[in-house]
């Protein structure tokens, strides 16, 4: 492939995907037949924070507007979360990820089953609630319940193939960029809110320009921790094939602080927001199922200490399932490679995995307190949602990723045109 073709390869894919994204933006703004739209608008005034606040940020503000995106790709990571689980608990999910390409294949094939059925459970609560609340739905009824599971499915399937699309043929992360763009697209909005907050006086200026302080240390600690290495030393012993030398070099086994990028915010957000979708959409109007979901509103005691155990536990838990030190000490006693004063094999395997623990602690601990630092903020004085603390992660780490995916791309096909040009001067 000649250096045009290569050029023209990325650029295709970074326009296949900006198109993607931007027939996502437009979805978010298509709403649900039978939707009073004034009625709507007096219902979401005084509803945007807490859970609620976040479903609508990672639904690109579809929530707001009852779009056919309204769920977003929630159920998609939902399924993903219980399948995840399952692969590390039943042995029938085990042999498929032992089988390789095959496995993986029926994997994916039973997370968009579950995603149907997830969404159509929530898309026949959320029907329920429109309906329960008073004039916002036109005509109720059966024919409403049936339309409004059927779009939000049908909305749901496309936005993840939507995501498919970007990983095959855009610049991958397809998932992630959804969430990504959604975000992204609300933060003018907040910065007008937070502004209109302190031109009123519901915010000082002091406490505004201590804010966006905060805001800019926060990514600058965010890509200070995902760019952070801990490098294992592998020496390789000389062989001689032949009348020739070979090896005697030596390098690095790097091992990221947070191996497993910004999964764990998204993942412990969604558990957040499953149980608590229906009430937050007036699904329920039993008093102890409201004082209930009243404990997962902002700056409780009890949302803060399941946001954190989440975060912590799907650090672990991915990391586990992304690298096996074992796997990795087998791959390089195969190779002659070691590490110096340690022993090849097993315990190889427990010294990197003693590292990888110490670094996932690490890990753990930074997302846990860059997801809530700035919630105390938000549970205590009327800041927008969007400036929240797995908003801010999701953000830069999605867009460290990408810039690192278009840059290995690019110097790969930099590298193939350096070897040809080798070749051809020989």
């Known amino acids: 492939m000649s250096a ?25 703004f298509v709403p649900l037949p039978g939707i009073d739209p004034e009625q709507l608008q007096v219902m979401m005034e005084g509803n945007q924070k807490g859970l609620l606040g976040m479903f609508n940020v990672f639904a690109g503000g579809a929530v707001s507007r009852m779009a056919i995106f309204a769920l977003g790709i929630m159920p998609y990571i939902s399924s993903s979360i219980i399948v995840q689980l399952l692969t590390g608990v039943s042995e029938y999910f085990k042999n498929l990820k032992a089988q390789g390409e095959i496995g993986r294949q029926k994997i994916t094939q039973i997370t968009r089953y579950g995603t149907v059925l997830l969404a159509t459970i929530q898309g026949y609560g959320l029907a329920v609630g429109l309906e329960s609340s008073a004039d916002l739905v036109i005509n109720p009824g059966i024919f409403f319940k049936i339309s409004t599971v059927t779009t939000i499915v049908a909305g749901t399937i496309f936005l993840m193939w939507l995501g498919e699309q970007i990983t095959q043929r855009g610049i991958g992360n397809g998932i992630s960029l959804i969430i990504f763009s959604g975000i992204v697209a609300e933060i003018p909005r907040a910065l007008v809110t937070t502004f209109e907050l302190g031109r009123t006086g519901a915010i000082s200026t002091l406490m ?15 890509v200070f921790m995902e760019r952070a290495l801990r490098k294992i030393l592998i020496n390789y012993p000389k062989r001689q094939m032949g009348n020739k030398m070979y090896g005697g070099d030596s390098s690095h086994l790097p091992l990221k602080i947070n191996s497993a ?46 946001y954190a155990s989440g975060i912590i536990f799907f650090t672990f838990f991915y990391t586990s399932i992304t690298f096996n030190p074992t796997e990795t000490a087998e791959n390089l006693r195969k190779y002659g490679g070691f590490i110096p004063g340690i022993r090849p094999g097993e315990s190889t395997a427990i010294y990197i995995d003693t590292i990888l623990t110490r ?32 908003s801010v992660l999701i953000v830069v780490v999605v867009a460290i990723d990408t810039v690192t995916q278009i840059q290995t791309r690019m110097m790969s096909s930099q590298y193939e045109q350096l070897i040809k040009k080798t070749k051809f001067g020989k």
């Open 359 to 390: 670094l996932t602690t690490i890990g753990a601990l930074y997302l846990a307190l860059v997801c809530l630092m700035p919630e105390f903020l938000i549970a205590n004085y009327p800041i927008p949602f969007y400036l929240g603390g797995a």
């Open 4 to 28: 045009s073709s290569q050029s023209n390869d990325l650029r295709n894919r970074i326009l296949f995907t900006l198109f993607v994204l931007a027939v996502y933006r437009l979805g978010t």
């Open 208 to 222: 505004i320009i201590f804010i966006f302080l905060l805001l800019v240390a926060t990514i600058m600690f965010i």
């Open 261 to 306: 990028g910004v999964i764990p915010a998204i993942f412990a957000s969604a558990l957040l927001l499953l149980p608590v979708t229906f009430s937050n959409f007036n699904v329920s109007q039993n008093e102890t199922f409201l004082n209930i979901s009243s404990y997962f509103s902002q700056g409780q005691p009890l949302y803060m200490l399941l």
